[in-house]
Nanobody, 129 residues
Framework: QGQLVESGGGSVTPGGSLRLSCAAS????????IGWFRQAPGKEREIVSC????????YSADSVKGRFTISRDDAKKMIYLQMNGLKPEDTGRYSC??????????????????????WGQGTQVTVSS
């Protein structure tokens, strides 16, 4: 079992930016796809973005495409989510999760939260005027 710890959340006004970080430890990050998910009160958890183990394949939800960028630095055991042009509907708790996949390669990242093996505790993002 590994550990993921998110940081970088906070409160911003619409149009602002935040950079979330996910620190990985206790496992070999190179074998895992990483996803960022968010959950607003009364809503189901939804995919924000994910990145495969090699870093060459990414997926972003339509709602954040062009505004958010996911990246990873395996040497530093860090995954990032750069969020620009934030909107009130981006408000929620953001969590990162790791998925080794059925074949243990993590070469494909999936938008479903049920695919992921373990999770961080999350960090709150609030966008309001």
């Amino acid at each position: 079992q590994g550990q993921l710890v998110e940081s970088g959340g906070g409160s911003v006004t619409p149009g602002g930016s935040l950079r979330l970080s996910c620190a990985a430890s206790g496992f070999n990050l190179e074998y895992y796809a990483i996803g960022w998910f968010r959950q607003a009160p009364g809503k189901e958890r939804e995919i924000v973005s994910c990145i495969n183990s090699s870093g060459g394949g990414t997926y972003s939800a339509d709602s954040v495409k062009g505004r958010f960028t996911i990246s990873r630095d395996d040497a530093k055991k860090m995954i990032y989510l750069q969020m620009n042009g934030l909107k009130p509907e981006d408000t929620g708790r953001y969590s990162c999760a790791a998925d080794r996949g059925m074949d243990g390669s993590g070469e494909v990242c999936f938008p479903s939260p049920y695919e992921y093996d373990f999770w961080g505790q999350g960090t709150q993002v609030t966008v309001s005027s």
